[in-house]
């Protein structure tokens, strides 16, 4: 099992926009994993992961806290349901989605872009 109190120290203290970019990072793996067959011990670690950083961030004064709120409900709905493989597929495209909309909300690929320009 992971050290869930170490994840969340280190997860703290990044800034929000990298803090944004473990979660988008997080859901890209869930969804990596969630389409391949050895995924069913690792997708609910990953779920795990994924709403524990949703938490810290909804606790934080966020410009994109509805947006977060959704992501925070649906990623819970998917830890009641982890046993179910049909959830699990649908998970895969709702993860990939989900990934890129938070990795758009913090703005590391601007800054990124901007650098390379």
């Known amino acids: 099992m992971p050290n869930w109190s170490a994840i969340e120290a280190s997860f703290l203290n990044q800034p ?3 803090q944004l970019g473990e979660l988008a990072a997080s859901l890209a793996r869930l969804k990596s994993w ?3 067959n050895a995924s069913h011990e690792i997708v609910p670690v990953l779920l795990e992961e994924s709403l ?3 938490n810290l961030l909804q606790k934080q ?3 994109h806290h509805v947006e977060l709120t959704q992501l925070q409900k649906l990623l ?3 830890v009641n349901k982890i046993n ?3 959830e699990i597929v649908n998970l895969a ?3 990939a989605n989900w990934s890129e909309r938070v990795l758009d909300m913090s703005g590391l690929l601007v800054v990124a872009d901007s650098k390379i320009a």
């Open 52 to 54: 524990l950083y949703v």
């Open 16 to 18: 929000i926009p990298q």
């Open 61 to 63: 004064n966020h410009p």
């Open 76 to 78: 819970q709905e998917w």
């Open 84 to 86: 179910n493989s049909t």
């Open 93 to 95: 495209a709702v993860a």
């Open 34 to 36: 969630s389409q391949k």
